[in-house]
């Protein structure tokens, strides 16, 4: 399953690579890689080229089929991959453009304490993290919501749990979209994925989610560090999490609902894994509705976790999240579908954005971007493995005009993980993150080793390519202090 | 029948984990892949609560008939905590089935689960026949 990529990849800039349109018949339009030489050839060592030109089948499809650096394999649709269609024009969506964790993302928390103050108590902080944010495979939440409830967040996502009494009403407007997408439609989920999600609204997960209290190591650009409220030694909170059960389910039951409806409306495929249905079609509206619902889900569900981080360093700091400056910075989707208006060819038209495993990165101006980083750009937050560093970066105009206003999302991994297992054979991870500085405690038995750093790919060499690119750009580097995973 | 052509042994994958599984009958690789699967959730031990369910299903093809039949075993782990250590096929064919699937509801609390299976794939989902051993693999995202 590591097979090189062997086909035609044309190098048309200095972080740019094409698979042309003429490489397959069924290519409407071209793929294009964000990729520098060193990562490019890292890139081909698997079949996510391929999923590349795969996409760019899809009816209805726009200008490329994208994919930024931090590109890896996935189900049908690669990770880093960028896909936008034209409902006007037989434009399809697809849940595997979305994959099973519908609107997985990442919220970042400031906070007014620096590195001096966090690291004499940092095992205690971490372990008071690790007692009281639910971790690990289906963990349930500490605070219990009856369906009624869920059916309410999947409709107006963190509005409704601040309306209750959790978070902050200023953290709604540092939401992508608000954390609210309009025409979610609770209805359109099935029971079993209510089951599923029901007691997991404030859980973090397994797999790579986590949460880890950072500090501010590094600050490339001071003028948008100051409007984000960012400034060197100061410690953040970042948080990685998704839809959980509900999300998983949503995708898996349409992925089989849509298994005979590209046949249905012509559409051929060359991966079933791609399986769609025009946005304006039935099929097409339905998961659209449940996808929404999920996703406000999410938003609801990260909402909870920065609730219960404000709450644990309150007790452990004998201050209140509000005396410790636990501002919300910002929250991004990185797995999602949306409908937005771009640009394209000087005309304005409404597309249905896939992002998987990519960001937003709204640039100075745009009318989405919050009123107090609107003459700055989006933050965008990218998570890099536990050892090094994670990023913050701002949305750049070239977004707009080259990938539907979106950018990587992580590190990407480079390591499968029973080969990570085996490569930390006779190894202590644990002890290796305390040598350089990060106390981590995680859940299962694996995990550290699955997740070790040597498992991705450098977030530095990913964000400087989509920077050279004129994506994004770096605002601040976040150097892991401790860290909890399921 | 050839010696060791029924069983399962896992796989790696870029970012996620996978099976193979071999039988000799169609029936029995379903029971494999489910047993592989289970085994790859983690340790999970029988609780003292016995449930028993039929299980019926339909799909267009035998891979996604499957799929199916895992993720239905998967939801009833999840959802309900039932894990099923006799599976017995009342019917079988390319694309229906029906099976009866007797167990526990497992005991948490001696149990480890080390995995959390986010769905059952169709990634390279084929099953293919030579010289009377049937295969499959099977992706899962974890």
Same mark, same amino acid.
């Given at each position: 399953?590591?097979?090189?990529?062997?086909? %035609?990849?044309?190098?048309?800039?200095?972080?740019?690579?094409?698979?042309?349109?003429?490489?397959?018949?069924?290519?409407?339009?071209?793929?294009?890689?964000?990729?520098?030489?060193?990562?490019?050839?890292?890139?081909?060592?698997?079949?996510? %080229?391929?999923?590349?030109?795969?996409?760019?089948?899809?009816?209805?499809? =726009?200008?490329?089929?994208?994919?930024?650096?931090?590109?890896?394999?996935?189900?049908?649709?690669?990770?880093?991959?960028?896909?936008?269609?034209?409902?006007?024009?037989?434009?399809?969506?697809?849940?595997?453009?979305?994959?099973?964790?519908?609107?997985?993302?990442?919220?970042?928390?400031?906070?007014?304490?620096?590195?001096?103050?966090? @690291?004499?108590?940092?095992?205690?902080?971490?372990?008071?993290?690790? /007692?009281?944010?639910?971790?690990?495979?289906?963990?349930?939440?500490?605070?219990?919501?009856?369906?009624? @409830?869920?059916?309410?967040? !999947?409709?107006?996502?963190?509005?409704?749990?601040?309306?209750?009494?959790?978070?902050?009403?200023?953290?709604?407007?540092?939401?992508?979209?608000?954390?609210?997408?309009?025409?979610? $439609?609770?209805?359109?989920?099935?029971?079993?994925?209510?089951?599923?999600?029901?007691?997991?609204?404030?859980?973090?997960?397994?797999?790579?989610?986590?949460?880890?209290?950072?500090?501010?190591?590094?600050?490339?650009?001071?003028?948008?560090?100051?409007?984000?409220?960012?400034?060197?030694?100061?410690?953040?909170?970042?948080?990685?999490?998704?839809?959980?059960?509900?999300?998983?389910?949503?995708?898996?039951?349409?992925?089989?609902?849509?298994?005979?409806?590209?046949?249905?409306?012509?559409? $051929?495929?060359?991966?079933?894994?791609?399986?769609?249905?025009?946005?304006?079609?039935?099929?097409?509206?339905?998961?659209?509705?449940?996808?929404?619902?999920?996703?406000?889900?999410?938003?609801?569900?990260?909402?909870?976790?920065?609730?219960?981080?404000?709450?644990?360093?309150?007790? /452990?700091?004998?201050?209140?999240?509000?005396?410790?400056?636990?501002?919300?910075?910002?929250?991004?989707?990185?797995?999602?579908?949306?409908?937005?208006?771009?640009?394209?060819?000087?005309?304005?038209?409404?597309?249905?954005?896939?992002?998987?495993?990519?960001?937003?990165?709204?640039?100075?101006?745009?009318?989405?971007?919050?009123?107090?980083?609107?003459?700055?750009?989006?933050?965008?937050?990218?998570?890099?493995? !536990?050892?090094?560093?994670?990023?913050?970066?701002?949305?750049?105009?070239?977004? !707009?005009?080259?990938?539907?206003?979106?950018?990587?999302?992580?590190?990407?991994?480079?390591?499968?993980?029973?080969?990570?297992?085996?490569?930390?054979?006779?190894?202590?991870?644990?002890? @290796?993150?305390?040598? =350089?500085?990060?106390?981590?405690?995680?859940?299962?038995?694996?995990?550290?080793?699955?997740?070790?750093?040597?498992?991705?790919?450098?977030?530095?060499?990913?964000?400087? =390519?989509?920077?050279?690119?004129?994506?994004?750009?770096?605002?601040?580097?976040?150097?892991?202090?401790?860290?909890?995973?399921? | 029948?050839?010696?060791?052509?029924?069983?399962?042994?896992?796989?790696?994958?870029?970012?996620?984990?996978? &099976?193979?599984?071999?039988?000799?009958?169609?029936?029995?690789?379903?029971?494999?892949?489910?047993?592989?699967?289970?085994?790859?959730?983690?340790?999970?031990?029988?609780?003292?609560?016995?449930?028993?369910?039929?299980?019926?299903?339909?799909?267009?093809?035998?891979?996604? &008939?499957?799929?199916?039949?895992?993720?239905?075993? &998967?939801?009833?782990?999840?959802?309900?905590?039932?894990?099923?250590?006799?599976?017995?096929?009342?019917?079988?064919?390319?694309?229906?089935?029906?099976?009866?699937?007797?167990?526990?509801?497992?005991?948490?609390?001696?149990?480890?689960?080390?995995?959390?299976?986010?769905?059952?794939?169709?990634?390279?989902?084929?099953?293919?026949?030579?010289?009377?051993?049937?295969?499959?693999?099977?992706?899962?995202?974890?």
């Amino acid at each position: 399953m590591t097979d090189t990529w062997s086909g %035609p990849l044309e190098k048309i800039g200095e972080s740019k690579y094409r698979i042309p349109k003429t490489y397959k018949p069924f290519m409407r339009v071209d793929g294009i890689i964000y990729a520098d030489d060193i990562l490019i050839g890292q890139i081909a060592k698997d079949k996510a %080229p391929e999923q590349v030109a795969n996409v760019a089948s899809l009816p209805g499809i =726009v200008g490329a089929s994208l994919a930024m650096p931090d590109i890896h394999w996935g189900y049908g649709f690669c990770i880093g991959g960028v896909a936008a269609t034209d409902p006007a024009n037989g434009g399809v969506i697809s849940p595997g453009g979305v994959g099973y964790d519908i609107n997985c993302g990442v919220r970042l928390l400031r906070t007014n304490l620096t590195r001096a103050d966090v @690291e004499p108590i940092l095992p205690v902080l971490i372990d008071g993290l690790f /007692r009281d944010v639910p971790t690990g495979v289906g963990a349930g939440g500490k605070i219990k919501f009856n369906p009624k @409830e869920i059916r309410q967040i !999947m409709q107006h996502g963190p509005r409704w749990l601040v309306d209750h009494g959790y978070g902050w009403d200023e953290d709604i407007a540092l939401c992508e979209a608000l954390g609210r997408l309009d025409g979610a $439609d609770p209805d359109a989920v099935s029971q079993r994925a209510h089951a599923r999600g029901y007691d997991q609204c404030g859980t973090l997960g397994s797999g790579n989610h986590f949460m880890e209290v950072q500090y501010v190591e590094q600050i490339f650009d001071q003028e948008i560090a100051k409007v984000y409220g960012l400034h060197k030694d100061q410690v953040t909170v970042l948080i990685h999490s998704g839809s959980r059960g509900l999300g998983y389910q949503v995708c898996d039951d349409y992925l089989r609902e849509m298994r005979e409806v590209p046949a249905r409306y012509g559409i $051929d495929l060359p991966d079933r894994q791609l399986v769609c249905a025009p946005v304006h079609s039935q099929e097409g509206k339905q998961y659209f509705a449940a996808m929404r619902a999920a996703a406000n889900f999410a938003w609801g569900n990260r909402h909870m976790l920065a609730h219960l981080a404000r709450q644990t360093f309150a007790h /452990r700091f004998g201050k209140t999240p509000e005396q410790l400056g636990m501002h919300l910075l910002y929250d991004v989707a990185h797995n999602i579908a949306k409908m937005e208006t771009h640009t394209v060819a000087g005309r304005q038209m409404s597309l249905c954005v896939h992002r998987k495993g990519a960001t937003r990165a709204f640039p100075p101006g745009h009318a989405e971007v919050p009123d107090r980083y609107r003459a700055v750009g989006q933050p965008v937050l990218i998570p890099g493995d !536990m050892g090094r560093a994670s990023y913050v970066l701002a949305g750049l105009p070239g977004s !707009m005009e080259q990938s539907f206003g979106s950018t990587c999302h992580g590190a990407g991994r480079q390591m499968s993980r029973s080969a990570a297992i085996k490569a930390s054979a006779g190894r202590d991870i644990k002890k @290796e993150l305390a040598a =350089v500085g990060v106390y981590a405690r995680a859940r299962g038995r694996t995990g550290l080793a699955e997740e070790q750093p040597d498992a991705y790919k450098d977030v530095n060499d990913v964000v400087r =390519v989509v920077e050279k690119a004129g994506l994004s750009k770096r605002v601040a580097r976040l150097r892991p202090l401790g860290v909890i995973k399921g | 029948m050839q010696p060791n052509v029924t069983g399962y042994t896992f796989i790696e994958h870029t970012a996620d984990l996978g &099976l193979r599984a071999t039988a000799t009958t169609l029936p029995d690789l379903f029971i494999q892949a489910a047993r592989g699967m289970y085994a790859l959730l983690g340790q999970l031990e029988p609780g003292t609560e016995p449930v028993e369910k039929i299980l019926q299903l339909q799909a267009p093809d035998t891979e996604s &008939l499957l799929h199916d039949w895992l993720s239905e075993l &998967l939801w009833e782990v999840d959802g309900n905590g039932r894990l099923f250590d006799a599976l017995e096929f009342e019917w079988l064919d390319e694309q229906h089935l029906t099976a009866r699937c007797s167990g526990t509801v497992y005991d948490t609390a001696r149990s480890e689960r080390s995995i959390e299976i986010k769905a059952v794939t169709y990634h390279d989902l084929r099953i293919e026949k030579h010289d009377g051993i049937y295969q499959v693999t099977v992706i899962f995202d974890i």
